[in-house]
C-alpha cells in the first residue's frame, strides 16, 4: 500500500491511515468529509453533506466510482471493536458468517480483511451497523483501496466518512452523487 502513497498515522492506541502525496503516484492529494456536520471538515477538506441513513450506499458508490473489485478493511485498534457492534446485524448473513468465525481468531489484532466484488454487501452491512451503534473512535473503520491511490476512513460516532484521494475527477463524481 505504500507504493500508493498510503501512510499509517498512529494516534495513541489507534492507528489511522491517510495519503501523503508523492511525486510519481500522488503529486495532489484530495480530502473530503462526507456527513451531515460541516464542522467536522478541517482546513482543506471539502465537505459534502450527506445524510447518514445514505452513507452506507455512498462508500459502495465510492468504490464502485473507482472500479475497485477489493477492499481491505483495518480496524483502527482491534476487531473485537468492531465485531461486538456489528455481529447482530450481519448474524443471517451467510458471507459474514465465514469472515466472522475468521474475525473471532482475530479479535485482539487489527490484521487486514479483503473484501472484494462479491462480498461488498458485507462493507454496506457493517457501515450501517457502525452508523446506528458505534460510539468511540475505537469502532473506526479503515477502508483502503487495493491498487489506487484511496483511503476512506468511516466514524461512526460522528456519522462521518473522510476520504483522501489522488483522483481529481474522483473527488468531481462523488459531489455530484450526492
Given at each position: 500500500?505504500?507504493?500508493?502513497?498510503?501512510?499509517?498515522?498512529?494516534?495513541?492506541?489507534?492507528?489511522?491511515?491517510?495519503?501523503?502525496?508523492?511525486?510519481?503516484?500522488?503529486?495532489?492529494?484530495?480530502?473530503?468529509?462526507?456527513?451531515?456536520?460541516?464542522?467536522?471538515?478541517?482546513?482543506?477538506?471539502?465537505?459534502?453533506?450527506?445524510?447518514?441513513?445514505?452513507?452506507?450506499?455512498f462508500v459502495e458508490g465510492?468504490?464502485?466510482?473507482?472500479?475497485?473489485?477489493?477492499?481491505?478493511?483495518?480496524?483502527?485498534?482491534?476487531?473485537?471493536?468492531?465485531?461486538?457492534?456489528?455481529?447482530?446485524?450481519?448474524?443471517?448473513?451467510?458471507?459474514?458468517?465465514?469472515?466472522?468465525?475468521?474475525?473471532?481468531?482475530?479479535?485482539?489484532?487489527?490484521?487486514?480483511?479483503?473484501?472484494?466484488?462479491?462480498?461488498?454487501?458485507?462493507?454496506?452491512?457493517?457501515?450501517?451497523?457502525?452508523?446506528?451503534?458505534?460510539?468511540?473512535?475505537?469502532?473506526?473503520?479503515?477502508?483502503?483501496?487495493?491498487?489506487?491511490?484511496?483511503?476512506?476512513?468511516?466514524?461512526?460516532?460522528?456519522?462521518?466518512?473522510?476520504?483522501?484521494?489522488?483522483?481529481?475527477?474522483?473527488?468531481?463524481?462523488?459531489?455530484?452523487?450526492?
Amino acid at each position: 500500500m505504500k507504493s500508493w502513497g498510503v501512510v499509517e498515522r498512529p494516534d495513541g492506541d489507534i492507528m489511522r491511515f491517510a495519503l501523503e502525496a508523492t511525486p510519481k503516484v500522488a503529486p495532489q492529494i484530495y480530502r473530503l468529509v462526507v456527513g451531515p456536520d460541516a464542522s467536522e471538515a478541517t482546513d482543506g477538506e471539502t465537505h459534502i453533506e450527506v445524510d447518514p441513513a445514505r452513507l452506507p450506499e455512498f462508500v459502495e458508490g465510492a468504490i464502485h466510482l473507482t472500479h475497485l473489485n477489493e477492499v481491505v478493511l483495518v480496524p483502527v485498534t482491534t476487531w473485537g471493536a468492531i465485531v461486538n457492534i456489528t455481529a447482530y446485524d450481519l448474524a443471517t448473513d451467510d458471507s459474514w458468517l465465514e469472515i466472522d468465525a475468521e474475525a473471532s481468531l482475530h479479535q485482539n489484532r487489527r490484521d487486514p480483511l479483503a473484501v472484494d466484488s462479491r462480498d461488498m454487501h458485507i462493507l454496506t452491512a457493517m457501515t450501517k451497523a457502525l452508523m446506528e451503534h458505534a460510539d468511540s473512535p475505537n469502532e473506526d473503520l479503515a477502508i483502503l483501496a487495493t491498487g489506487a491511490s484511496l483511503v476512506m476512513e468511516l466514524m461512526g460516532r460522528t456519522k462521518t466518512l473522510r476520504i483522501w484521494s489522488a483522483n481529481d475527477m474522483l473527488r468531481e463524481r462523488l459531489r455530484e452523487q450526492h
